[in-house]
């Protein structure tokens, strides 16, 4: 009798990765409690906010460092690494609903590209009616830009607060959904890896998906949501 690999239980690693998303402060009359398995310490300067498999962790520096200290030296997914202080109803949402509050910070960054992407818009203004007093330039060839990457891919309905109204749709609707797209691929942007990362692991929100599909592929998250609502795999949330 010989051991076969071929009846071998497929045993899914579990996710040791950690997201390292932002490092915060908080007032020190106020700390709050780290989060790692039996520590329970109160803390208040230099918070590490992780994804840490599939949940979202409020973890003391030492903390952090003792879990995932080969990782420590990565940048946060969100802000600098100084800990920015945090308002009193900053740190409150941090406690008591940590995935709205990353979402909140990821709210601040399209906000920002958007007013940079502004700003990009308003100097070329500027120089186009300084060029036109001038004799015409040679053409300026447009950046390159993926062919698979339309530039009309992004909808509000998948950019910053938006993200969290979208729910997994039903274990019965999710079955169809990749029965149908294994009988019959669609070929929209992206859905072969999307669907590949999903089928590899179960996730509490499509949120936490699209943040980990982000990292590992540096796909942002507004491309993954238009590709899982494609597939047919997310609804949203009415509240
Ligand atoms: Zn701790």
Redesign the pocket.
């Known amino acids: 009798m010989h051991f076969g690999t071929a009846n071998a239980v497929q045993v899914e690693a579990p996710e040791t990765g950690a997201y390292l998303l932002a490092i915060v402060e908080v007032d020190k009359a106020d700390r709050i409690q780290?989060q790692?398995e039996g520590?329970?310490?109160s803390?208040y300067k230099r918070i590490h906010v992780v994804l840490a498999g599939l949940k979202f962790k409020v973890?003391?520096s030492?903390?952090y460092e003792r879990l995932y200290g080969q990782a420590s030296a990565a940048a946060p997914q969100y802000g600098s690494g100084t800990g920015r202080l945090l308002t009193a109803e900053e740190r409150l949402v941090l406690v008591e609903n940590t995935a709205a509050f990353i979402e909140a910070l990821e709210a601040e960054r399209v906000e920002l590209e958007r007013r940079a992407a502004a700003h990009v818009a308003r100097q070329r203004e500027i120089e186009l009616a300084q060029a036109a007093s001038r004799p015409a330039p040679p053409p300026v060839p447009e950046p390159e830009r993926p062919q698979h990457i339309a530039r009309d891919a992004r909808s509000p309905l998948y950019e910053g607060g938006e993200m969290l109204r979208w729910r997994w749709r039903g274990s019965e609707a999710l079955a169809a959904s990749i029965a149908d797209y294994q009988e019959s691929p669609s070929h929209g942007p992206f859905h072969a890896r999307v669907m590949e990362s999903f089928k590899n692991q179960r996730w509490p929100t499509p949120y936490s998906f699209a943040l980990d599909v982000e990292v590992k592929h540096c796909l942002p998250k507004p491309y993954i949501f238009r590709a899982l609502d494609e597939l047919n795999l997310i609804e949203r949330t009415q509240q």
């Open positions: 780290c790692a520590c329970g310490h803390v973890l003391g030492q903390c």
